[in-house]
């Protein structure tokens, strides 16, 4: 049984950091990229970042860049989410995802955790 549980998720200022995690398991870890998606309030869910399986390649959304960093630890089944400089606007639930392939469309994406939420005050 696969699962993708996320982790790290909570209340920020805007201005601060959070670090999501995403431990996976009941898959090869190391056959799949990573990503992240997020969901605001009334939003549809969108791409956030991606990381290939090796970590040689990453993806980001325009809107993150520069702010937010992906990485992976194949040993520990984990890929992880550093968020830093948060706005209000990163507020959202924030989605693990695994597929064949970095991408920033869902459909590339087979498996897919619960989500934690990230809310930033302003």
């Known amino acids: 049984q696969v699962q993708l549980v996320e982790s790290g998720g909570g209340l920020v200022q805007a201005g601060g950091s959070l670090r999501l995690s995403c431990a996976a398991s009941?898959?090869?870890?190391?056959?799949?990229?990573m990503g992240w998606f997020r969901q605001a309030p009334g939003k549809e869910r969108e791409f956030v970042a991606a990381?290939?399986?090796?970590?040689?390649?990453?993806s980001y959304a325009d809107s993150v860049k520069g702010r937010f960093t992906i990485s992976r630890d194949n040993a520990k089944n984990t890929v992880y989410l550093q968020m830093n400089s948060l706005k209000p606007e990163d507020t959202a639930v924030y989605y693990c995802?695994?597929?064949?392939?970095?991408?920033?469309?869902?459909?590339?994406?087979?498996?897919w955790g619960q989500g934690t939420q990230v809310t930033v005050s302003s």
């Open positions: 009941g898959i090869t870890f190391t056959s799949y990229a």
């Open positions: 990381i290939s399986w090796s970590g040689g390649t990453t």
């Open positions: 995802t695994a597929g064949w392939t970095v991408g920033g469309t869902e459909k590339q994406y087979h498996y």
